[in-house]
């Protein structure tokens, strides 16, 4: 077959992407290298040592352009690093089975560049010791490549014919750019689903600090806001965090594996300092006004079997407020990553739903006495007192509040301020998760103090 025009181009972006390429093929050693040049797998310029046996069963290596015989010791050197100039391997199928058979194939699998006269149970097992050491992809279009199409931790067929039923993945396009295109969307996938996970454990967080500020206080956000939060916040923006597309091109970076890596702890953790914060102080803003009057509300003058008027008080509007922007925020601060994802404008479900809830909250919050506040139980009051005390005469009906005041109403000028705590409160956490755990200061960490992976030339 001959090599493909676009064929360099995309083991160039492979490589760019951080992924070892290596040829395992039938053909004869000297044209799997001569392909392996000229697809970019290896330079045009590199010197390539060919290890093949004698018909004694010795097994020697040779100068593939020089056709001179070379010793063991600059094999070794090869392996320890110590090699001069840019330097490959290149291996015969007995010279494979012999380093097998002798238990030192491990030595030389991740330094050999090109496999050649390979049988399919030796695709196999070249596989299989590639996975020992790393995640591990292979691509074929025969029915000889099935077996390693199979064994390997993610298989490509490049055929429609009997190599793609066997393989969890098939292209009808014979192009190694499927290849990219599979590590593509595989690294957008394995980050969205984090992006899934953390939105899930920020959820839990902030649903952690209203009841733990609920039971200090002995009260509870209305019927309709729980409501509210668990059938359209969460589970409605949960579904749009996976609806981030994945990255016009390969990234560098494969994104983090590790549910309790930096990256995550840094987002999580980070996040929920800054919520818990912001809440407190949201607290500590109200207890200073002079409209509130500490301990006003007693929790034991209602009827435990309208809980829902628990909510009949500033703690409990101030907490449902606070909250409310917290859990519409906490899916914006999961979409942002475009080294793996589109980028998170792009995102069009999440940001306008994002942009309806606060646009919501916002109206219940600034917006004078009206139907949908009162369905929250925010500020309005029983119609007495909002008739007496405000001169508003709502039409649709409304259960009176269960507190000596009867109503939650904030002064117009409070509302603005506690607007701007809760503005702040999202901008704190975005800013965090753009600065802190995904780019500037990750990205600098990253270059100082990398993980320990496996070295191998690319």
Known sequence: NLLKPDTPEAIAKLKDGSTRTVMITGDTALTGVFIAKGAGLMNESATVYLGDLTKAGDLYWTDVDREEVVSQSVIDAVIDGRADGDVELAMTGKAYNHLEDVGLIRQYVLFTRVFARMLPNDKVSCVQLHMERGITAMCGDGGNDCGALRAAHVGLALSDAEASIVSPFSSSDRSINSCVELMIQGRSALATSFAGYLYLILYGQTMTFLKIFSFYFSNTASSNTWIWVDAFINTIMSICVAYSGPATKLSKHRPTARILGPQVLATALGTVFINFTFLAGAFGWLYRKSWFRCNEFDSSTTDIAKWWLLADNYEASILAIVCLFQFVNNAMVVNFGFYFRRRWYRNYALVFLWAV??????????????????????????????????????????????????????????????????????????????????????????????????????
């Open 357 to 458: 809830y606060v646009a919501i909250i916002s109206i219940v919050l600034l917006a004078p006495t009206n139907w949908l506040g009162c369905r929250f139980r925010l500020n309005c009051g029983s119609k007495n007192v909002l008739a007496s005390e405000f001169d508003i005469h709502p039409s649709f009906s409304i259960e009176d509040y269960n507190s000596d005041i009867g109503h939650n109403i904030i002064p117009n000028d409070s509302r603005y301020e506690l607007w701007g705590i809760c503005i702040a409160n999202m901008c704190a956490t975005i800013l965090w998760q753009l600065i802190f755990a995904l780019y500037p200061v990750h990205s600098t960490l990253r270059k100082k103090r990398p993980l320990r992976r496996l070295q191998v030339k690319l």
